[in-house]
Structures are given as structure tokens and as C-alpha cells.
T-cell receptor, first 114, second 115 residues
Framework: AQKVTQAQTEISVVEKEDVTLDCVYE???????LFWYKQPPSGELVFLIR??????QNEISGRYSWNFQKSTSSFNFTITASQVVDSAVYFC???????????FGTGTRLLVSP | DAGVTQSPTHLIKTRGQQVTLRCSPK?????VSWYQQALGQGPQFIFQ???????QRGNFPDRFSGHQFPNYSSELNVNALLLGDSALYLC??????????????FGPGTRLLVL
């Protein structure tokens, strides 16, 4: 069965701090895809990244970086030098090969204070 | 390049009524998925449409039905509304094939309140 766990319900930081959002997943499939989405107060889910299970290279995009480790079934997301505009709920999601649905975690609410 | 659009943005219905939500996919996308997001929860998969057919369905009752049109747009219908159907309904579009195939892009959602 597919499952995504985001143990951190809410994180509060002050602007310019670095913050890491944790994501742990469960799957019996050997090929799968992992995603991160951002949901600001407006409600729209904004796609941030997709990672294939066979590609364990870490990725950096501006202030965002992702650490994928198959050995620990984790796909963590770090924001460097956080900004107030980063305040949102962040969701990690999993999709197995052959299945179309995304399975989401319960989300982590990030609050960045000035 | 227009993103995923949904209508209406907000809707208020009473128990027992029926509702239809609409979604237009991102340009170049041929697959539409629907999700229900209750307050404080992650989105839950309802179903996905491709080539005008339901390709996969989540754990939702038959009161939830859908349709995809030849132009790839889609509708979600919910019959006999219950209070528990109050949620944000999200539509996501994707491309069935290609290097970015399967990456789902979401619309702004429709907030449904059932009284």
C-alpha cells in the first residue's frame, strides 16, 4: 500500500532561517515518482518538483533543494534563507507506476515571520 | 500559456441537492484528475479521465461521477449531497505521455459548502 507521512504539522521560523520539511513514504513498487507541492492561502496547489525513484541525485533550484534517499524512504525539502512569501502548506506526494493517483501526506504548514 | 481553470470558485448547496463542477486543463494536457480536500487534510483522489473514459477511481461512492469531453475539459458531478461533501475540489491536468508525463498541475479549486 502507498503511504506518505509528513510528521511535522506546523513549523514557525523567522525570515532568513533555513528550514527542512520531512517526508517519508511507503511503497512496494520499485519504480515510483515523488512530488512536492506548495499550497498558499489561495488554495491552488503549485507544483514544485518531481523525482523518479531511479534518480537519487539531489536537486537544487534557487533557494529550494531536495534530498532523496531511497535507503530511508525519505524525500526531504529544504528552503534556504526563508522569506515571508514561503509561508504556505507544503505537501509531499507519491505516485506508483501504473497507477494514476497521487497519494498525499497531510501537509506541513510553514509560517515565516518577518 | 493558460493554466488549469475551474468554475465556479465557490458554491453553496443544501443537503440532497446535486452539483456540477467544471475544469479546463492546461494547454497540451489530455488527462484530468479530480481530488477532494477536506479542511486541514491532504487531497484525496476521486478519479481520473483520459480519452473520455474513467481510467482509475479512488475510494468514493457512486454519487461522485464525471465526464471528459473531446476538448479534454471535464466535469465532476456529485448527487445527493451530504454535509461531509463540503470541501475544496481540485482539478489537475497532466500529459499522458512524454518526459513530463504524469506530472499533475492543479487548478485553483472550487470551494463547496453543503448546508
Amino acid at each position: 500500500a502507498q503511504k506518505v507521512t509528513q510528521a511535522q504539522t506546523e513549523i514557525s521560523v523567522v525570515e532568513k532561517e533555513d528550514v527542512t520539511l520531512d517526508c517519508v513514504y511507503e511503497t512496494r513498487d520499485t519504480t515510483y515518482y515523488l512530488f512536492w507541492y506548495k499550497q498558499p492561502p489561495s488554495g491552488e496547489l503549485v507544483f514544485l518538483i518531481r523525482r523518479n525513484s531511479f534518480d537519487e541525485q539531489n536537486e537544487i533550484s534557487g533557494r529550494y533543494s531536495w534530498n532523496f534517499q531511497k535507503s530511508t524512504s525519505s524525500f526531504n525539502f529544504t528552503i534556504t534563507a526563508s522569506q515571508v512569501v514561503d509561508s504556505a502548506v507544503y505537501f509531499c506526494a507519491l505516485r506508483e507506476t501504473g497507477f494514476q493517483k497521487l497519494v498525499f501526506g497531510t501537509g506541513t504548514r510553514l509560517l515565516v515571520s518577518p | 500559456d493558460a493554466g488549469v481553470t475551474q468554475s465556479p470558485t465557490h458554491l453553496i448547496k443544501t443537503r440532497g441537492q446535486q452539483v456540477t463542477l467544471r475544469c479546463s486543463p492546461k494547454s497540451g494536457h489530455d488527462t484530468v484528475s479530480w481530488y477532494q480536500q477536506a479542511l486541514g487534510q491532504g487531497p484525496q483522489f476521486i478519479f481520473q479521465y483520459y480519452e473520455e473514459e474513467e481510467r482509475q477511481r479512488g475510494n468514493f461512492p457512486d454519487r461522485f461521477s464525471g465526464h471528459q469531453f473531446p476538448n479534454y475539459s471535464s466535469e465532476l458531478n456529485v448527487n445527493a449531497l451530504l454535509l461531509g461533501d463540503s470541501a475544496l475540489y481540485l482539478c489537475a491536468s497532466s500529459r499522458a505521455t512524454g518526459p513530463a508525463g504524469g506530472s499533475q498541475y492543479f487548478g485553483p479549486g472550487t470551494r463547496l459548502l453543503v448546508l
